[in-house]
């Protein structure tokens, strides 16, 4: 494996063996946590058909969400599968979760998915506000 110089604190890294393996996804990843508040809360309008800023609903309530243990919203019914599964929700966790739930934690209730890389980073941006 040849490995070079870091950039933006990522090893890009490529196999000699014929089969690459792209850092892209760990680096929209870091690339990503400089989201626009204002625009993640017009965003976040897309979540309110399940999740409130300070109410449980189909989803649990997001308030205080950075920073929290995945499942821990005493009187929200979580999946079993969140509840087990040790997630902290720090920007990384979130930023995959928001790419893909399910594949996150299987078993999981939560299926909406946000691509655009963006997009997942004002949401997350803006929900670092809400404490």
């Known amino acids: 494996m040849k490995r070079d110089r870091p ?29 626009d508040v204002a625009r993640g809360q017009a965003l976040y309008k897309g979540c309110e058909g399940c999740h409130s800023i300070n109410d449980n609903d189909i989803g649990p ?34 930023d995959r979760w928001l790419t ?5 934690v299987p078993g999981t209730k939560m299926f909406f998915k946000i691509d655009d890389p963006q997009s997942r ?5 803006y929900l670092k506000e809400q404490k």
């Open 61 to 94: 309530r997001h308030r205080g969400v950075v920073g929290r243990r995945a499942g821990s919203v005493e009187d929200y019914a979580y999946s079993a599968a969140l509840k087990s599964s040790g997630l902290i929700w720090d920007e990384a966790t979130l």
């Open 7 to 35: 950039r933006n604190g990522l090893v890009a890294c490529a196999l000699l063996a014929g089969t690459c393996i792209a850092a892209a996804s760990i680096a929209s990843v870091n690339a990503t946590f400089s989201g």
């Open 100 to 104: 893909n739930p399910s594949a996150l």
């Open 121 to 125: 980073a004002d949401i997350i941006a």
